[in-house]
C-alpha cells in the first residue's frame, strides 16, 4: 500500500461483544474512504471470517487477544489488514476445514469464504505478529 494512502483503524478484544464491532467500523470506514457500495458484502463477508478465525483459533480459550484491522485505498484498491500476536497461521497455504454430508458438523467454510471474494491474500508473520492483508481491486472509472 503506497505511503500516502490514509488508513483507519480499529483495535478490538477476541471477546464476541468486541467483535460485534467490526461491521459498522468497516461500514464506516469503507464510507470514509468513498469504496464502492458493491465491493462491501464481499469485503464484510472476508474480513469477518478472517476475524473469526483469530478470535477462535489464534489464542487459546482463556488467553484473550487483541486484533488490529486496518482500512487503506489506494486509486486501484482497498486492502485490510489484520494484525494479531496469535499463534502463526498462513491462510494462503492451509486447506479448507469445511466438510460435507448430512453428518457434517457447521463450520470449517472460513476459508473458502475469504478466497471466494478476495482474491489477492497476502500473509506474513512479523516477530511474534500475524499479518493478514486482503487486498480488494476497484472498478475502474
Given amino acids: 500500500m503506497p505511503a500516502a494512502a490514509r488508513a483507519s483503524e480499529l483495535r478490538l478484544r477476541t471477546a ?12 464506516t ?7 464502492p457500495r458493491d465491493l462491501l458484502y464481499g469485503m464484510h463477508v472476508a474480513v469477518e471470517e478472517a476475524v473469526a478465525n483469530v478470535a477462535l483459533h489464534g489464542f487459546g480459550p482463556e488467553q484473550p487477544g487483541e486484533i488490529a484491522v486496518r482500512l487503506s485505498a489506494s486509486p486501484d484498491a482497498a486492502a485490510v489488514e489484520v494484525e494479531d ?21 457447521p463450520g470449517g467454510h ?7 471474494y478476495c482474491r489477492d491474500i497476502r500473509y506474513e508473520r512479523i516477530g511474534d505478529r500475524n499479518h493478514l492483508t486482503l487486498r480488494f481491486p ?3 472509472s
Fill in 29 to 35: 470506514a469503507a464510507r470514509a474512504h468513498n469504496l
Fill in 138 to 140: 476497484l472498478p475502474r
Fill in 16 to 27: 464476541p461483544a468486541e467483535l460485534a464491532r467490526l461491521y459498522p467500523w468497516l461500514e
Fill in 110 to 116: 472460513g476459508l473458502t469464504l475469504i478466497r471466494h
Fill in 85 to 105: 500476536a496469535g499463534r502463526p497461521f498462513d491462510p494462503t497455504v492451509a486447506t479448507s476445514l469445511a466438510r460435507r454430508g448430512p453428518d457434517a458438523a
